[in-house]
């Protein structure tokens, strides 16, 4: 049976990754690595879409241009996104991290292929 991966990585290079999040005591730990950062900070593309990414990137990676258009695709168009971000599902009533849907996760990639 395959899984539905939890997150999607979008490098600066436009690589697209699925990355399985673990629990929520070791989550933020890998968040952190594949971003490639020691502070993250957080998008809410929609109530069902957040987009990690470095809190620093401006100064420690270069532009991700297709993170910058698919952030201006949900109307967040005033600044270019740096770095690897990583996408996963909004968050639940106690503010914790959910993973992409199935269906957010194939609407997702619909979304990128048009980028």
């Keep these: 049976?395959?899984?539905?991966?939890?997150?999607?990585?979008?490098?600066?290079?436009?690589?697209?990754?699925?990355?399985?999040l673990p629990g929520s005591d070791d989550r933020l730990v890998v968040m952190r690595a594949v971003i490639r950062c020691e502070r993250v900070d957080?998008?809410?593309?929609?109530?069902?879409?957040?987009?990690?990414?470095?809190?620093?990137?401006?100064?420690n990676h270069p532009v991700n241009k297709v993170a910058t258009l698919l952030a201006m695709r949900f109307g967040f168009a005033w600044q270019e996104y740096h770095g690897p971000v990583l996408?996963?599902?909004?968050?639940?009533?106690?503010?914790e991290t959910v993973p992409l849907s199935k269906d957010g996760l194939l609407g997702l990639l619909t979304s990128l292929d048009e980028l």
């Design 1 to 20: 049976m395959n899984r539905t991966p939890g997150a999607l990585l979008i490098t600066p290079e436009a690589d697209i990754i699925p990355i399985d």
């Design 42 to 59: 957080v998008v809410a593309l929609t109530n069902r879409l957040d987009m990690w990414l470095d809190d620093e990137g401006v100064y």
């Design 87 to 95: 996408l996963t599902g909004g968050a639940d009533s106690e503010g």
